[in-house]
């Protein structure tokens, strides 16, 4: 068995947990895969530390790629073993439960779910408010999946490998909700079973619970329910392309009342608002790509690029609609989508996508 833990700013915890597991899993052939996101505490050096004297433990050191789920995904891909675990390095996740998770395997289950909500398990320690935000994810969840599990929120989990591997194509890999995503593309004969613990506090380390962890559960709901029509991402450089027009009208407005050549001001306006939204998309909508540096600055110049011939798409769309219809609001509605579809669609391509030069190595 291979125990997959996506890791980020996780040093402080990282002798206990593999002691943890080392103490649950006695009598079981195992391994531990560590997947940091390059953790500025030194989280992949304590894990190297601890795999000099523990075979059992190794990791992957992810540079430039950042996400929960893409990490745990890579590091099944990266197992030969056939059943594969997924649990926080934080201690928060009960791992003196995974023998059992691994019995229900043996006995025929594609996935086992460690639940917080079945009888047995409990949140532990926290506040009401906590509690409500996540019944109201999980009842959100079920209209994707139904009763498929009871905590489909769950970061704690154990599956055949095959069952990620036949379907990881179809596997989102946003945000932080793997389980959830994994449940909604496998298929309807997936055989589920759960097995409870407790959820423990967090003893080191910080939470990485955020507003934008929130979003991307929700994002990936739109994903999964349209069938993958709407992206994710594109939601959310949607949003930022209106919170981008409302700084172009501010910056209009104010530029309006300094000088009357209203020429000047729509051009300082746009170029103001493609300079916002670019840096919200780098910093949320690609923040697993976020460019840094002089990378950074060729991103946005490139970036003003695409959105100045988007531009030109947007136009030539709502030019067309309005002699074909006679109606300027849906003329104007067709010439922004499209293009918003451009935009995001070449940004991906051209400004998010880049790749870092692999350094020379002198002879």
């Known amino acids: 068995m291979s125990v997959i833990s996506p890791s980020y700013n996780e040093r402080d915890n990282m002798c206990a947990f593999?002691?943890?597991?080392?103490?649950?899993?006695?009598?079981?052939?195992?391994?531990?895969?560590v997947v940091d996101d390059d953790s500025p505490d030194g989280t992949y050096e304590e894990v190297l530390k601890i795999g000099a004297v523990n075979p059992r433990v190794r990791c992957i050191r992810r540079v430039g790629r950042k996400g929960l789920s893409s990490a745990v995904v890579e590091g099944i891909l990266a197992s030969s073993a056939p059943v594969v675990a997924v649990i926080d390095a934080d201690m928060q996740h009960d791992?003196?439960?995974?023998?059992?998770?691994?019995?229900?395997i043996d006995e025929g289950a594609d996935l086992v779910v460690g639940t917080r909500y079945a009888s047995g398990g409990s949140t532990g320690t926290w506040g009401e408010g906590r509690v409500r935000m996540s019944e109201l994810a999980t009842k959100m969840s079920q209209l994707l999946i139904g009763n498929a599990t009871s905590d489909p929120m769950s970061g704690f989990f154990m599956a055949r490998r095959d069952l990620v591997n036949n379907h990881v194509y179809d596997l989102s890999q946003q945000g932080y909700k793997i389980l959830l995503d994994l449940i909604a593309s496998a298929p309807p004969a997936t055989r589920i079973e759960e097995v409870p613990y407790t959820f423990r506090e967090r003893t080191e380390g910080e939470s990485k619970l955020t507003l934008m962890v929130l979003a991307e559960f929700l994002f990936l709901l739109i994903e999964k329910l349209t069938k993958g029509l709407i992206p994710p991402r594109f939601v959310l450089f949607a949003i930022v392309g209106f919170l981008g027009l409302a700084v172009h009208l501010s910056v209009l407005n104010l530029m309006g009342t300094l000088q009357p050549n209203f020429l000047v001001a729509q051009t300082t306006a746009t170029f103001v608002a493609m300079v916002f939204n670019f840096a919200l998309n780098n910093q949320f909508t690609f923040r697993d790509k976020r460019l840094t540096g002089v990378r950074m600055i060729v991103g946005l110049v490139v970036f003003i690029a695409v959105c100045s011939v988007g531009a030109i798409a947007n136009l030539s769309v709502a030019n067309f609609a309005q002699q074909e219809f006679g109606n300027w609001n849906v003329a104007g509605v067709l010439g922004a989508l499209m293009g918003s579809v451009f935009n995001f669609g070449v940004s991906s391509t051209l400004v998010w996508n880049r790749r870092k030069k692999k350094p020379r190595v002198s002879a």
């Open 95 to 104: 791992e003196t439960v995974l023998p059992q998770m691994l019995a229900k």
């Open 18 to 33: 593999t002691d943890g597991l080392a103490s649950a899993l006695k009598g079981i052939e195992w391994e531990l895969i």
